[in-house]
């Protein structure tokens, strides 16, 4: 495990940098946009391994609900933060890309919005992670994510028939795509899940070292002769 | 039957044991009522739970814990807050639903009050036990 | 299964009759309904025409507001005493606990709505141009889509510190759907443009969804130690 990982993470930034350099020098220049659209290999990615860690989560609760498998858990809470920190880069990139193509910060665009309620939920998952006491953590976490995976598609069905009510620019592009821009997508987003699962793979060795030392904590704090008087 | 007295304050004896016996899937008002007579306090009653004495809520939730007739009973500190008189007053309670065949459980800090009554004393120290009697025994610097 | 509604309804007429004996939470969460109206109407003072485009968001945000107050109330009660540890040991099934405090909640819901839309309408000169019978299901819908998922989580939040702000953090982000269903439904119910069935047959599919699932995970839940 601890030689595998410097040899994952160089490959990882080769990786990265490979993609940076696809991105900005090798893709072509979009007819109408010219060189801004190019944020797009940094925004569609991230949307895209975003969605496989809230899978991942869905999945590792899912499991925990079934099996209470403590390692179940520690994929679940390792997937939530890496898959909102790629929402986070997706939030923050439309916008970016928005104000220079169409003048305005934010718009109520479909994908943006129901990626913005996926952030809250995530959000809101961490911070009942965070603030539950003692052993339930994990199963009200588990319940929670459950019922996030039953509220996205109704909040993209509810949103979508929102916004074809009153339409608004797209942020996403559209049209028939470019050959030489999908084989750079596809390339970013290599990249991105390969920073990814390192990320994870980090956060999840720290959740389990973590769950070791309390359990050994409390194992002490049993054994220890009481004093008397 | 433990420290919160697991009862609703607004509620009279007789609702509250209603409503729990539903739970037991236990109808009709006897059974609630030969319960509450069994510790001693009167089922007609109708000032709420949260307005009695402390003597007199501990018993209310001995009612409760016996009120769908169980053979084994857990007690925790039935005797904490309550005043000496009311204390042996539980004391010999306790002693007549042990004689009618149930199995009692207790946990206390003031094991001398049940000198005499108790079938046996289970002394404890750092999650261990240290003693089992027929009569209660001190030992010096224990802490239980 | 006799039961199973038996105590149902025997935890309900219990939370009914704890709520009336001691009434100052329910005078105390009509008025600060009332309170959410008048402020809402001082921020937000548009003309009759412009109204009914966007009367269906105050009524409902407004709602949302004074409803999650009463939603925070209805658990606090179990834990005196330590009453709800009572209902746990005995051999009653989890859900009829669940059912009964979301039906519970649910009457107390529909009366501050039955409170805060008249004066809305007075105050904003509301006049639906649609079918206004259509709003009886929106009321319903949108309101019981609100009280499952909140008695839901208001039971989770018992688990957490810093109960009474987790109950909103959990439940707003996952009412979003629904919220946009009953606004857009209200809104277009009262400027009579379009139909509101899809929002409706939408605020339905959220309630069924909704209500198995908190259903099937309560007891999970309830039992989480």
Known sequence: MKKAFPILAILTAALLGYAFYEAMFIAPTDQMQGDVYRIIYYHVPSGWTMFVFFFTNFGASIVYLIRRNPKADAVAVAAAEVGLVFCTVVLVTGPLWARPVWGIWWTWDWRLTSTLVLWLIYASYLILRRFSTGGQTPVLAAALAVFGALDMPLVYFSIWFFRTQHPQPVVGGGGSIDPSMLRVWMISWAAFLCFGWLVFWLRYRLEIFKREVEETHSLEAMLEEPRFR | ?144 | MSSFWAITAATLAKDLRLEWRSKDAINSMLFFALLVVVIFSFSFDPTAEESRHIAGGLIWVAFLFAAVVALNQTWAREMRNAVLDAYRVSPAPANPLFLAKAFGNFIFVSIIQALMTPLFTVFYNLRPLGPAWQLIPVAILGSWALVVNGTFFAAMSLHTRSREIMLPILLFPFSIPALVAMVQATNTILTGQDSAKFWIVLLLTYDVVFTVACLLLFETVLDAE
Request: with cysteine; hydrophobic share 40%; aromatic share 6%.
């Open chain 2, 1 to 144: 039957m433990a420290h919160p007295s697991l009862l609703y304050d607004e509620l009279s004896a007789m609702e509250n044991l209603r409503y729990f016996g539903r739970l037991y899937g236990i109808e009709g008002n006897h059974r609630c009522a030969d319960a509450i007579r069994k510790v001693h306090l009167d089922p007609s009653l109708a000032r709420p739970v949260g307005q009695y004495s402390q003597g007199m809520r501990q018993r209310m939730s001995l009612a409760r814990a016996l009120l769908h007739d169980p053979g084994i009973l857990l007690l925790d500190e039935p005797f904490s807050n309550v005043d000496a008189c009311s204390a042996s007053e539980m004391v010999n309670l306790l002693g007549t639903i042990r004689d009618a065949g149930k199995t009692l459980f207790l946990v206390t800090h003031q094991a001398a009050l049940l000198d005499g009554i108790a079938d046996e004393f289970v002394l404890m120290g750092a999650g261990k036990i240290v003693s089992r009697t027929r009569e209660r025994q001190i030992i010096e610097g224990a802490p239980r």
